[in-house]
């Protein structure tokens, strides 16, 4: 059996297979990369060949036009493919429509790539797979056992509660354009809300994918001073929900609507602090990551010989591992982000 170190390295363009000539989720533009899910810090434009699942494909496509890899190569979930000296393998992550975890395997040694995943029911995605291994690559977004996010249903009535009580405000709901704000449209839609949603131009593009690819979001419509006075008479988007990116709620987009109830979807907002910094009215505890719970039940359920842990609390989740009695190291590799979130 080889060294774990001899399968794949952190390298400042990401993590690096030296037997198989590839990079997985680098951070700049490589001669062959393999690819976890279509969030914009792990998967960039402009690598000479691209492997990831169909989803994850279209995804970088409809962000980055048709002509953002050399060679695009499908990977089909559990199907084991060969490059090089290796064998590799996709399985779901659960974290976001297409995002997969790769296993990497050579000689006796198998790593798996969790790439960012989630434990949670997600209907807009396939589930996470665990999948058994010798070292288990994990992120730690929120890798400190201060989270511990609700069920997403709790925060969803939460949404519900304050339209009803507040019929006369539009609800502007800050949600990350891929795969939040679309796990959020699909989970109001299962509690029974069937009003039009009103959207940010961010989201257009992803939210017709997903509708392309089966998941039904329902009526969406764009959040434009037209599409307001058609829906309330007003152009004030009066009981609305209305949904955006982060970003979209720092510049004048926003202020197009007179005293909206400030909500925004994030594991993040188990921190207060951070909701007030961020003028939130009404925070919404959804993350398409783990909890703490989350990542150590799921590593413990996996049983690795060792974890290497990337972006993130990384510290603490190393010393859990360590007091577990498992072998574990922080990878300190940069270019991943988790605002975003």
């Given at each position: 059996m080889i060294r774990p170190e001899?399968?794949?390295v952190p390298t400042a363009d990401g993590l690096?297979?030296?037997l198989g000539g590839f990079h997985i989720d680098p951070v700049r533009p490589v001669e062959r990369a393999l690819i976890t899910h279509g969030h914009a810090d792990h998967a960039r434009p402009g690598h000479a060949a691209v492997m990831a699942t169909r989803e994850t494909l279209l995804i970088m496509a409809a962000r980055y036009g048709e002509n953002f890899a050399g060679h695009e190569q499908v990977a089909t979930l559990g199907e084991v493919m060969r490059i090089g000296e290796v064998s590799v393998s996709f399985h779901p992550a659960g974290h976001v429509l297409g995002s997969a975890q790769i296993a990497v395997e050579a000689k006796?040694?198998?790593i798996v790539v969790s790439g960012d995943y989630k434990r949670r029911r997600d209907p807009t995605c396939l589930g996470f797979e665990p999948v058994p291994c010798d070292v288990f690559i994990t992120e730690a977004t929120f890798g400190l056992p201060v989270f511990r996010h609700p069920d997403d249903g709790i925060e969803i009535h939460k949404l519900l509660a304050s339209l009803k009580a507040f019929p006369e405000r539009a609800h502007l709901v800050g949600a990350y354009a891929l795969g939040k704000a679309q796990r959020l449209i699909k989970r109001l839609r299962e509690e029974g809300y069937d009003a039009p949603i009103h959207i940010h131009g961010a989201l257009e593009k992803l939210c017709t994918l997903y509708q392309e690819e089966g998941i039904d979001l329902g009526p969406l419509e764009a959040a434009t001073i037209e599409a307001?006075?058609?829906?309330?008479?007003?152009?004030?988007?009066?009981?609305?929900?209305v949904i955006g990116p982060p970003s979209a709620f720092a510049d004048r987009w926003a202020r197009r609507f007179p005293d909206p109830v400030s909500c925004f979807a994030?594991?993040?907002m188990t921190i207060r602090q951070r909701a007030k910094q961020r003028g939130v009215e009404l925070p919404l505890i959804i993350s398409d990551h783990c909890d703490w719970d989350e990542l150590t039940d799921t590593i413990a359920e996996i049983g690795p010989g060792e974890v290497w842990v990337t972006h993130g609390r990384e510290e603490a989740l190393v010393r859990w591992c360590t007091l577990a009695g498992i072998r574990a190291r922080p990878l300190h590799m940069v270019g991943y982000e988790d605002e975003a979130e």
């Amino acid at each position: 059996m080889i060294r774990p170190e001899d399968l794949l390295v952190p390298t400042a363009d990401g993590l690096w297979c030296p037997l198989g000539g590839f990079h997985i989720d680098p951070v700049r533009p490589v001669e062959r990369a393999l690819i976890t899910h279509g969030h914009a810090d792990h998967a960039r434009p402009g690598h000479a060949a691209v492997m990831a699942t169909r989803e994850t494909l279209l995804i970088m496509a409809a962000r980055y036009g048709e002509n953002f890899a050399g060679h695009e190569q499908v990977a089909t979930l559990g199907e084991v493919m060969r490059i090089g000296e290796v064998s590799v393998s996709f399985h779901p992550a659960g974290h976001v429509l297409g995002s997969a975890q790769i296993a990497v395997e050579a000689k006796g040694m198998r790593i798996v790539v969790s790439g960012d995943y989630k434990r949670r029911r997600d209907p807009t995605c396939l589930g996470f797979e665990p999948v058994p291994c010798d070292v288990f690559i994990t992120e730690a977004t929120f890798g400190l056992p201060v989270f511990r996010h609700p069920d997403d249903g709790i925060e969803i009535h939460k949404l519900l509660a304050s339209l009803k009580a507040f019929p006369e405000r539009a609800h502007l709901v800050g949600a990350y354009a891929l795969g939040k704000a679309q796990r959020l449209i699909k989970r109001l839609r299962e509690e029974g809300y069937d009003a039009p949603i009103h959207i940010h131009g961010a989201l257009e593009k992803l939210c017709t994918l997903y509708q392309e690819e089966g998941i039904d979001l329902g009526p969406l419509e764009a959040a434009t001073i037209e599409a307001g006075r058609k829906s309330s008479g007003r152009t004030d988007f009066a009981g609305a929900v209305v949904i955006g990116p982060p970003s979209a709620f720092a510049d004048r987009w926003a202020r197009r609507f007179p005293d909206p109830v400030s909500c925004f979807a994030s594991g993040w907002m188990t921190i207060r602090q951070r909701a007030k910094q961020r003028g939130v009215e009404l925070p919404l505890i959804i993350s398409d990551h783990c909890d703490w719970d989350e990542l150590t039940d799921t590593i413990a359920e996996i049983g690795p010989g060792e974890v290497w842990v990337t972006h993130g609390r990384e510290e603490a989740l190393v010393r859990w591992c360590t007091l577990a009695g498992i072998r574990a190291r922080p990878l300190h590799m940069v270019g991943y982000e988790d605002e975003a979130e």
